[in-house]
């Protein structure tokens, strides 16, 4: 079956980095574009970056455009979220996505905390 496990969080100072993996399992990663969003209590999920199935095309949501990366590696079925110059209002539990043969998948998430 899908899986999506997330790795790479934890406690980071303001203007640190950090990079997060999120391995996938039980389709054909290569065929499907990938997300990661975020969420804080309280708030909606947040899409934060998307990667088309080949990695040739990448979006961001304004506030983190220039500060994170998304890239994948194929062979690996891994997406990964770059984050650098980290802030504060960063924190949030971020979780990848997928959506295969119409259904979405997540994973269980990883806590990602910028404080000092």
């Known amino acids: 079956q899908v899986q999506l496990v997330e790795s790479g969080g934890g406690l980071v100072q303001p203007g640190g980095s950090l990079r997060l993996s999120c391995a996938a399992s039980?389709?054909?990663?290569?065929?499907?574009?990938m997300k990661w969003y975020r969420q804080v209590p309280g708030k909606e999920r947040e899409l934060v970056a998307s990667i088309t199935s080949a990695g040739g095309s990448t979006n961001y949501v304004d506030s983190v455009k220039g500060r994170f990366t998304i890239s994948r590696d194929n062979a690996k079925n891994t997406v990964y979220l770059q984050m650098d110059s980290l802030k504060p209002e960063d924190t949030a539990v971020y979780f990848c996505k997928a959506v295969v043969r119409g259904r979405v998948y997540w994973g269980q998430g990883t806590q990602v905390t910028v404080s000092s």
């Open positions: 039980g389709f054909t990663f290569s065929s499907y574009p």
